[in-house]
């Protein structure tokens, strides 16, 4: 493919030379001074992606994310793409590559994947100089009196390593340091990466690192990173990862992409950063949250838009037939076959998302990825079942046939950003209860009959109340494969129990995660890992 030297990209929505940092002909970071140029501009409209509950089948959300601009380029529409950065661990994991596929990726696509522009790095970096000085800090004297054992602050790898998940450190002789019990967790998991995408600015960035909640005391007292002294070194490691990110897609269209929390443990959205800033000059913003609407569209439009005053306009719900018949109950092996029957049973899911995101009140577009294998029959049967519902939707082939297999997507999202308004709300007051909070998205968006708590998470809630931080929006972290905290639980179960597990302050990202079921920050490699299949590749 040949693509534009990114200083043209960046012209195309009117970032000049002078504006960008380059990183080689294809890949640029955009300097802080261009937002003060353009901070007075009236906002564009606020289009957000998701998708029906993943399968091995897949949806293809960020593909879709990335024709629907395309697409909209080919019909003169300009528009901008703000996407997640890819974690390196589930590149060399099980999920592989997140730049799209087929006609529809965003390039350097391997770069992007990998190293890109070393914001993981000083993340990662960051992190661990965090973990080194609270350590070294109780060695040298421990002034501030911080108990070893409660350390809440884990060090961090941009990688899938199931043995780091717990470890002993400070072994052998005294001089190795204090022996305790830490942990580490993937680094796009971590409060820092949190922290990054959910800031509006550098000086936002600034303020919530120092409240970050490191530790406690012999005498149970909160110790925040302020009182380590070291928030200018953090800054000094994270000035260039603070700036936005700009690439292309196979079609020369523009792409921020920035930030990259996990959304079955963070909120799973690209920084406010890229995304505010893409309003300001652009009439139409792309975005896509992780994993499915329970997860990633529940926290953009609760937390991300809510923290940083978006008002979304349109939500584009991504499913495949191949999907909707797995949810249904047909194995993966048998997808290939035609069957009405699990369609019917499958399409289920995708009725209880659309149904989830209509109690955010903002128009909706249901975007079916096409596959070969889909028959006359199955596509019927969707187009039937959506016209009765009176479901706006479009089928895509983006995958094929790039931008011009995604115009029918994308004149159905102009059309709803041209003729429906947008009342978007959030489906809970922040200044509920946290047990409220947890319970009325578990009950509203997961369908739970009950919220059950485990001792650890009741004493966690009570910590959290006492410290006067039980006023923040809470972060839900659960298994993204079903919308119980069961993975096993396909389709859309109904009566079941929520376990909370435990609930943990991020006081710096100014919200309170709960942990429900058997949830993992650092994952592990599986049996043959992606990076065992590229020994392969030419």
């Not at 957000?48 to 879709?64: Q, Y």
């Not at 450190?169 to 022996?179: A, D, E, R, T």
């Not at 260039?240 to 909120?267: M, R």
Request: charged share 25%; proline share 4%; aromatic share 6%.
């Amino acid at each position: 493919m040949k693509l534009l030297k990114i200083q043209n990209v960046a012209k195309k929505i009117g970032i000049g030379d002078d504006y960008l940092e380059m990183y080689g002909d294809l890949k640029a970071k955009i300097k802080p001074t261009f937002y003060s140029e353009v901070k007075n501009n009236k906002d564009g409209k606020l289009v957000l992606v998701t998708a029906i509950t993943p399968t091995k089948a897949g949806e293809g959300k960020t593909t879709t994310s990335i024709a629907l601009l395309d697409g909209l380029a080919k019909i003169k529409q300009k528009a901008l793409l703000c996407l997640r950065e890819p974690s390196m661990g589930p590149v060399f994991g099980l999920k592989g590559g997140a730049c799209g596929g087929g006609k529809v990726t965003i390039e350097p696509s391997e770069d992007i994947n990998l190293h890109f522009t070393g914001d993981m790095h000083a993340l990662t970096s960051s992190i661990n100089l965090i973990s080194a000085v609270i350590d070294n800090h109780i060695y040298q004297g421990n002034e501030l009196n911080i108990d070893p054992n409660k350390v809440v602050w884990n060090r961090a790898l941009d990688m899938n390593d199931r043995e780091l998940r717990e470890i002993n450190i400070g072994l052998g002789s005294k001089v190795n340091g204090i022996q305790r019990t830490d942990h580490f967790e993937i680094t796009v998991a971590s409060e820092l990466m949190a922290i990054l995408c959910i800031s509006e600015d550098a000086s936002d960035f600034r303020k919530r690192i120092g409240n970050i909640l490191v530790a406690y005391t012999f005498d149970d007292k909160p110790v925040f990173l302020r009182e380590l002294r070291i928030t200018n070194a953090i800054m000094k490691l994270m000035r260039d990862a603070l700036k936005p990110n700009i690439v292309q897609t196979q079609e020369g269209n523009p792409c921020f992409v920035h930030g990259g929390p996990f959304a079955n443990i963070a909120h799973g959205c690209s920084s406010l950063i890229a995304t505010k800033l893409a309003l300001k000059i652009s009439p139409i913003v792309i975005t896509e949250a992780g994993f499915a609407a329970d997860l990633g569209a529940e926290k953009f439009l609760d937390i991300t838009s809510r923290v940083g005053k978006l008002h979304p306009d349109c939500a584009v719900l991504v499913a495949t037939i191949r999907a909707l018949k797995m949810h249904g109950g047909v194995e993966f092996e048998d997808l290939g076959k035609e069957n009405i029957s699990a369609l019917k049973e499958g399409i289920k899911n995708l009725e209880q998302h659309y149904e989830n995101l209509r109690k955010y009140n903002i128009p909706i577009v249901i975007a079916i990825n096409h596959f070969s294998s889909d028959t006359d029959a199955e596509v019927k049967t969707l187009e039937d079942w959506c016209n009765l519902m009176d479901y706006k939707f479009a089928f895509a082939d983006g995958f094929v046939n790039g931008g011009a297999g995604s115009v029918e997507l994308a004149n159905k999202v102009l059309e709803a950003l041209e003729t429906k308004k947008s009342n978007y709300e959030p489906i809970y007051d922040v200044n509920n209860s946290i047990k409220k909070k947890i319970e009325i998205i578990s009950k509203e968006i997961y369908r739970a009959k009950n919220v059950v708590y485990t001792e650890k998470a009741e004493e966690d809630i009570k910590r959290i109340e006492a410290l006067g931080r039980d006023k923040l929006v809470v972060c839900m972290a659960k298994t993204p494969l079903s919308f119980s905290d069961n993975p096993k639980l396909k389709n859309t179960p109904k009566d079941f129990d929520i376990t909370v597990k435990e609930v943990k302050l991020s006081n710096g990202a100014e919200f309170i995660v709960a942990l429900c079921g058997n949830i993992l920050t650092m994952p592990g490699l599986p049996k043959i890992p992606a990076a065992v299949k590229m020994e392969d590749e030419n």
